[in-house]
Antibody, heavy 113, light 108 residues
Framework: QVQLQESGPGLVKPSETLSLTCTVS?????????WGWIRQPPGKGLEWIGS???????SYNPSLKSRVTISVDTSKNQFSLKLTSVTAADTAVYYC??????WGQGTLVTVSS | EIVLTQSPGTLSLSPGERATLSCRAS???????LAWYQQKPGQAPRLLIY???SRATGIPDRFSGSGSGTDFTLTISRLEPEDFAVYYC?????????FGQGTKVEIK
């Protein structure tokens, strides 16, 4: 059974960096699929942030590309999201996923001073 | 960027009725990369359909997907009480991957 679990701070100050980690169990990230992040502002729809191919290549949403980095730690079977220079508009539930079939439960990140 | 427009925004139906949800793309989508999700309050989206018409593991056969090119449809043949939720389409064949804005299926 594939499981994904997001972890990281629930509160980030404006202009700082949001950092989240997704821990994967039941499947090796390097074995296949694309992995990545999606977010959902409160009461709104879903936005794709970016993806990590099992080969290591990445692709990002152009609307966030200048601020986003997705990286992988194969030794821990984890991948991570960094989003720099956050504002209140980055407040959302952040999901990690194995595209397209398995998602984490999501973690709310609030940007506020 | 491919824009996905879902209609209607809200669908008010009774249990046992048929639900037909539409997802229209601003340009052609490779059917292999069109998915439908169900989301309930406080939960992560759940994959229902991938490749436009293939049901995900464990999804009841009352859910079916169809379509090609720019027009896709999710049909729920007979609504069960647990089917009242928000449904999203997504294309993942062209970067950036995009989602529709969602259709809420509510109890009439």
């Amino acid at each position: 059974q594939v499981q994904l679990q997001e972890s990281g701070p629930g509160l980030v100050k404006p202009s700082e960096t949001l950092s989240l980690t997704c821990t994967v169990s039941g499947y090796s990230i390097t074995s296949g699929y694309q992995w990545g992040w999606i977010r959902q502002p409160p009461g709104k729809g879903l936005e794709w942030i970016g993806s990590l191919h099992h080969s290591g290549s990445t692709s990002y949403n152009p609307s966030l590309k200048s601020r986003v980095t997705i990286s992988v730690d194969t030794s821990k079977n984890q991948f991570s999201l960094k989003l720099t220079s956050v504002t209140a508009a980055d407040t959302a539930v952040y999901y990690c996923a194995r595209f397209v079939d398995y998602w984490g439960q999501g973690t709310l990140v609030t940007v506020s001073s | 960027e491919i824009v996905l427009t879902q209609s209607p925004g809200t669908l008010s139906l009774s249990p046992g009725e048929r639900a037909t949800l539409s997802c229209r793309a601003s340009q052609s989508v490779n059917s292999r990369y069109l998915a439908w999700y169900q989301q309930k309050p406080g939960q992560a989206p759940r994959l229902l359909i991938y490749g436009a018409s293939s049901r995900a593991t464990g999804i009841p056969d009352r859910f079916s997907g169809s379509g090609s090119g720019t027009d896709f449809t999710l049909t729920i043949s007979r609504l069960e009480p647990e089917d009242f939720a928000v449904y999203y389409c997504q294309q993942y064949g062209s970067s950036p991957w995009t989602f529709g804005q969602g259709t809420k299926v509510e109890i009439k």
